[in-house]
């Protein structure tokens, strides 16, 4: 059961112009919302995040959007650099069955900036 | 400088022997943690530590063991490991709280079992 879905294996971007990755998530429970990126060989590395009291959380070129009653985030990459090319995880915090706080994370969306 | 080790980086095996894959953290973390990554499936967590002799399962903890007798170590063991094994591993650590807590990731150990 795949609680938190990022249904784009892969995306393509020209340069300078905006990259919008998207996730999808089913707990309702789900209450801090975080981006990592990971280029090859490397560990991901944290990005950006965002509380489900907010909705919306803006930091450089990257903004996150939340869409609570919808159950979906966005992260917004603009302009586009080719540096920006690297996986992208979403992931959500809440409580697991179990009562201990855990991170679920996305599949992962390929991102390719194209010079 | 801030970081997560883990070693070995690549490591090629056979079925039913004994591995472990160690993992070291230098920020003083509390939450401590080891998840692998599958093509389609993201990363899933193995098991997870809390603090020094505070371990508990994962999502997919089956074939796994940990144990936590230092707060910067927490190596992750293969008993008897099976070709299902076979995937990208990740130690990763944080300050003991919320998991919303930035996760520091380690550089990730590539496992191969024949």
């Known amino acids: 059961d795949q609680q938190v879905k990022q249904n784009s294996p892969s995306l393509s971007v020209q340069e300078g112009r905006i990259s919008i990755l998207n996730c999808d998530y089913t707990?309702?429970?789900?209450?801090?919302f975080l981006w990592y990126k990971k280029y090859p060989a490397e560990g991901p590395t944290f990005l950006i995040s965002?509380?489900?009291?907010?909705d919306k959380n803006e930091d450089g070129r990257f903004t996150v959007f939340l869409n609570k009653s919808a159950k979906h985030l966005s992260l917004h990459i603009v302009p586009s650099q080719p540096g920006d090319s690297a996986v992208y995880f979403c992931?959500?915090?809440?409580?697991?069955?179990?009562?201990?706080?855990?991170?679920?994370f996305g599949t992962g969306t390929r991102l390719t900036i194209i010079p | 400088e801030a970081q997560v080790t883990q070693n070995p980086r690549y490591l090629i095996t056979v079925t039913g022997k004994k591995l472990t894959v160690t993992c070291s953290q230098n920020?003083?973390?509390?939450?401590m943690s080891w998840y692998r990554q599958d093509p389609g499936l993201g990363l899933r967590q193995i098991y997870y530590?809390?603090?020094?002799?505070?371990?508990d399962k994962g999502d997919v903890p089956e074939g796994y063991k940990v144990s936590r007798k230092e707060k910067r170590n927490f190596p992750l063991i293969l008993e008897s490991p099976s070709p299902n094994q076979t995937s990208l591993y990740f130690c990763?650590?944080?300050?003991?709280?919320?998991?919303?807590?930035?996760?520091?990731f380690g550089p990730g150990t590539r496992l191969t079992v024949l």
């Open positions: 992931a959500a915090s809440g409580l697991s069955n179990f009562g201990n706080e855990k991170l679920t």
């Open positions: 530590s809390m603090n020094v002799e505070v371990t």
């Open positions: 965002i509380s489900s009291i907010k």
């Open positions: 707990n309702s429970m789900f209450d801090y």
């Open positions: 920020m003083n973390h509390e939450y």
């Open positions: 990763a650590s944080s300050q003991q709280g919320r998991t919303y807590n930035e996760q520091f």
